[in-house]
Each structure stands twice: as structure tokens, then as C-alpha cells.
């Protein structure tokens, strides 16, 4: 029996993400490995709708598409100045990359008491 590669079109990108939506909040550790396979999946499913290939993203960015290919399957997580690169290269904002994350409320930090935070009441002033 052949395995079937998985994760070749856009649909079954989506499915894929999805699955791992549903798997968020088993533990902090799965939570960083989530993180890296839905943004890679990200990175994969843009790249897949822009027709590129990963050699071309690889060039783009100055690395191997060996090392796209590993962002792509979450083996590897991107530092901030690849994605935006990628962001450039593929015309798209960054937070296309973060979309599952915020249209699932997902969060990193554990509710406190009556489910928020003591923040300071004061706005953050930036100086």
C-alpha cells in the first residue's frame, strides 16, 4: 500500500488546520508545536494559492527550499523577519498568518479568576 501525501491542495490544508485547532489546550508544550504546524500550513496553503513553488519562496528569501519545506511542516518555526519576507514575496498582511489563532480565540496564557487578567486600568502609553 502507497501512502498518500496529504496537505496538497488548499481543502485539505484547511481540514488540516482545523484538526489542529481542535487538539488546542492539551498542554502548553502541544499548544508551541500547534503554533509552528498551523502557520506553516499557512505559509503552505499562500504559496499554493500564489502558484509558487518552494524553490521560487526559497530563492526569494535567500534559503533552501528544504528549509521552506520544514516551515511549511511545522519541523521548524520561522523567526519574525522570514514571515514578513514571505509577507513581500507572497502579498499578504501578517496576519494571515495568524488568522486561525484569532478566529478561534486561542490564547497561550490560562484565564484568571472570572476570566481575565488584572491589567492595569491605565492605557499603555508608548513613549
Same mark, same amino acid.
Given at each position: 500500500? !502507497?501512502? !498518500?501525501?496529504?496537505? /496538497?491542495?488548499?481543502?485539505?490544508?484547511? $481540514?488540516? =488546520?482545523?484538526?489542529?485547532?481542535?487538539?488546542?489546550? @492539551?498542554?502548553?508544550?502541544?499548544?508551541?508545536?500547534? /503554533? $509552528?504546524? +498551523? @502557520?506553516? %500550513?499557512?505559509?503552505?496553503? @499562500?504559496?499554493? =494559492?500564489?502558484?509558487?513553488?518552494? /524553490?521560487?519562496?526559497?530563492?526569494?528569501?535567500?534559503?533552501? *527550499?528544504?528549509?521552506?519545506?520544514?516551515?511549511?511542516?511545522?519541523?521548524?518555526?520561522? &523567526?519574525? +523577519?522570514?514571515? %514578513?519576507? %514571505?509577507?513581500?514575496?507572497?502579498?499578504?498582511?501578517?496576519?494571515?498568518?495568524?488568522?486561525?489563532?484569532?478566529? &478561534? &480565540?486561542?490564547?497561550?496564557? !490560562?484565564?484568571?479568576? &472570572?476570566?481575565?487578567?488584572?491589567?492595569? /486600568?491605565?492605557? *499603555?502609553?508608548? !513613549?
Amino acid at each position: 500500500m !502507497r501512502n !498518500r501525501q496529504v496537505n /496538497t491542495n488548499v481543502e485539505e490544508i484547511n $481540514h488540516s =488546520i482545523d484538526n489542529l485547532v481542535n487538539q488546542w489546550g @492539551i498542554s502548553a508544550d502541544d499548544n508551541i508545536k500547534i /503554533t $509552528h504546524k +498551523i @502557520i506553516g %500550513l499557512q505559509i503552505k496553503k @499562500i504559496r499554493l =494559492i500564489r502558484g509558487k513553488t518552494l /524553490t521560487k519562496c526559497g530563492n526569494a528569501l535567500g534559503i533552501s *527550499y528544504q528549509q521552506v519545506q520544514k516551515y511549511e511542516k511545522g519541523y521548524n518555526s520561522t &523567526n519574525p +523577519i522570514p514571515l %514578513l519576507m %514571505l509577507c513581500e514575496y507572497l502579498t499578504v498582511s501578517i496576519d494571515y498568518f495568524f488568522q486561525p489563532f484569532i478566529d &478561534n &480565540n486561542l490564547t497561550f496564557l !490560562r484565564k484568571r479568576e &472570572n476570566n481575565v487578567y488584572p491589567f492595569k /486600568t491605565e492605557p *499603555y502609553l508608548a !513613549r
